[in-house]
């Protein structure tokens, strides 16, 4: 069974730092785009960045410039270092991966982690 497995999230003061991870378990082929959104309560869910497979990367205006999206494709893991934290950064942030599941079907599935809070306090 493929999962997403997050971890990295929890409580920081504004202007700290955090570093998320998303793991991938199960059998994979391969692994296209790796990205993370995120959530907060009454909101819809917005992109915050993603990467490649060949490592280009896009951010969301908001965190350009302090947060920074990287992947490992050795263990099929992408991260997310989260500096100069503000409050409005808190929300429930989710990791996504768009992959294949075998060499014999060519498409790709979308997955979701089951999603990591971080709470920034003023």
């Known amino acids: 069974q493929v999962q997403l497995v997050e971890s990295g999230g929890g409580l920081v003061q504004a202007g700290g730092s955090l570093r998320l991870s998303c793991a991938t378990s199960?059998?994979?082929?391969?692994?296209?785009?790796m990205g993370w959104y995120r959530q907060s309560p009454g909101k819809q869910r917005e992109l915050v960045a993603f990467?490649?497979?060949?490592?280009?990367?896009n951010y969301a205006g908001s965190v350009k410039g302090r947060f920074t999206i990287s992947r490992n494709n050795a263990n099929n893991t992408v991260y997310l270092q989260m500096n100069s934290l503000k409050p409005e950064d808190t929300a429930v942030y989710y990791c996504?991966?768009?992959?294949?599941?075998?060499?014999?079907?060519?498409?790709?599935?979308?997955?979701w982690g089951q999603g990591t809070q971080v709470t920034v306090s003023s």
């Open positions: 199960g059998s994979i082929f391969s692994i296209n785009t």
């Open positions: 996504n991966a768009e992959l294949r599941l075998s060499k014999y079907y060519s498409g790709y599935v979308n997955y």
């Open positions: 990467i490649t497979s060949g490592g280009t990367t």
